[in-house]
Protein backbone atom coordinates (compact mmCIF):
# COMPACT_ATOMS: atom_id res chain seq x y z
CA UNK A 1 0.00 0.00 0.00
CA UNK A 2 1.42 3.42 -1.03
CA UNK A 3 1.42 6.25 1.43
CA UNK A 4 2.68 9.63 1.42
CA UNK A 5 2.11 11.21 4.77
CA UNK A 6 2.72 15.33 4.57
CA UNK A 7 3.33 16.90 8.27
CA UNK A 8 5.44 19.85 9.50
CA UNK A 9 2.09 22.35 8.87
CA UNK A 10 1.24 25.04 11.36
CA UNK A 11 0.38 28.89 11.73
CA UNK A 12 3.40 30.94 11.63
CA UNK A 13 3.87 34.94 11.83
CA UNK A 14 4.78 36.36 8.00
CA UNK A 15 8.41 36.35 7.55
CA UNK A 16 8.75 33.01 9.59
CA UNK A 17 9.73 29.38 8.43
CA UNK A 18 8.44 26.23 8.23
CA UNK A 19 9.80 22.86 6.95
CA UNK A 20 7.03 20.30 5.41
CA UNK A 21 8.16 16.86 5.46
CA UNK A 22 6.78 14.27 3.10
CA UNK A 23 7.35 10.47 4.05
CA UNK A 24 6.52 7.80 1.72
CA UNK A 25 5.92 4.01 2.03
CA UNK A 26 4.97 1.44 -0.43
CA UNK A 27 7.34 2.76 -3.46
CA UNK A 28 10.92 2.48 -4.85
CA UNK A 29 10.84 6.37 -3.14
CA UNK A 30 14.58 7.09 -5.58
CA UNK A 31 12.64 6.77 -8.81
CA UNK A 32 9.96 9.37 -8.28
CA UNK A 33 10.03 12.86 -9.47
CA UNK A 34 8.30 14.45 -6.27
CA UNK A 35 6.48 17.70 -6.11
CA UNK A 36 4.55 19.70 -3.94
CA UNK A 37 1.23 21.98 -4.35
CA UNK A 38 -0.72 23.81 -2.40
CA UNK A 39 -4.80 24.72 -2.32
CA UNK A 40 -5.72 28.00 -0.78
CA UNK A 41 -9.52 28.41 0.33
CA UNK A 42 -11.56 29.32 -3.22
CA UNK A 43 -8.42 28.41 -5.56
CA UNK A 44 -7.29 25.75 -7.74
CA UNK A 45 -4.52 23.64 -6.25
CA UNK A 46 -1.44 24.75 -7.83
CA UNK A 47 2.28 24.03 -8.12
CA UNK A 48 4.87 25.41 -5.90
CA UNK A 49 8.04 22.94 -6.47
CA UNK A 50 9.40 19.69 -7.79
CA UNK A 51 12.82 17.73 -7.51
CA UNK A 52 13.72 14.99 -9.90
CA UNK A 53 15.09 11.74 -9.24
CA UNK A 54 18.48 13.25 -9.73
CA UNK A 55 17.99 15.66 -8.05
CA UNK A 56 17.15 18.69 -10.26
CA UNK A 57 14.87 21.35 -8.54
CA UNK A 58 12.48 23.51 -10.21
CA UNK A 59 9.98 26.06 -8.58
CA UNK A 60 7.06 28.46 -9.25
CA UNK A 61 7.91 32.51 -9.56
CA UNK A 62 5.87 33.01 -6.73
CA UNK A 63 8.34 31.11 -3.88
CA UNK A 64 11.67 31.21 -6.02
CA UNK A 65 14.13 32.17 -3.73
CA UNK A 66 12.43 31.88 -0.51
CA UNK A 67 11.56 28.15 -0.73
CA UNK A 68 14.08 24.82 -0.92
CA UNK A 69 12.95 21.47 -2.42
CA UNK A 70 15.24 18.42 -0.98
CA UNK A 71 14.78 14.83 -0.71
CA UNK A 72 16.81 11.95 1.87
CA UNK A 73 16.43 8.98 -0.39
CA UNK A 74 17.76 6.52 2.28
CA UNK A 75 14.99 7.99 4.18
CA UNK A 76 11.97 8.34 1.54
CA UNK A 77 11.55 11.29 2.75
CA UNK A 78 11.16 15.15 0.83
CA UNK A 79 10.72 18.51 2.52
CA UNK A 80 10.00 21.96 1.16
CA UNK A 81 11.99 24.31 3.56
CA UNK A 82 9.96 27.76 3.57
CA UNK A 83 11.64 30.56 4.66
CA UNK A 84 9.91 34.66 4.67
CA UNK A 85 6.32 33.31 4.22
CA UNK A 86 3.84 35.74 3.24
CA UNK A 87 -0.01 35.53 3.67
CA UNK A 88 -0.79 34.52 0.72
CA UNK A 89 1.73 31.69 1.17
CA UNK A 90 -1.85 30.54 3.09
CA UNK A 91 -2.68 27.04 2.06
CA UNK A 92 -2.95 22.73 2.66
CA UNK A 93 0.18 21.69 1.18
CA UNK A 94 0.04 18.52 -1.03
CA UNK A 95 3.16 16.27 -1.88
CA UNK A 96 2.72 14.21 -5.37
CA UNK A 97 4.92 11.50 -5.92
CA UNK A 98 5.33 10.37 -9.41
CA UNK A 99 6.73 8.27 -11.96
CA UNK A 100 4.76 5.14 -13.32
CA UNK A 101 2.04 5.88 -11.04
CA UNK A 102 0.48 9.21 -9.68
CA UNK A 103 0.34 9.16 -5.77
CA UNK A 104 -1.31 12.54 -3.79
CA UNK A 105 -0.29 12.81 0.24
CA UNK A 106 -3.47 14.17 2.35
CA UNK A 107 -2.02 17.47 3.08
CA UNK A 108 -1.10 19.48 6.26
CA UNK A 109 -2.28 22.95 6.36
CA UNK A 110 0.14 25.96 6.85
CA UNK A 111 -1.54 29.65 8.11
CA UNK A 112 0.51 32.23 7.90
CA UNK A 113 -0.77 35.42 10.02
CA UNK A 114 -0.11 38.88 10.08
Known amino acids: QVQLVESGGGLVQAGGSLRLSCAASGITFRNYVIGWYRQAPGKQREWVAT???????SYADSVKGRFTISRDNDNNTAYLQMNSLKLEDTAVYYC????????WGQGTQVTVSS
Open 51 to 57: ITSVGIT
Open 96 to 103: QARWANDY
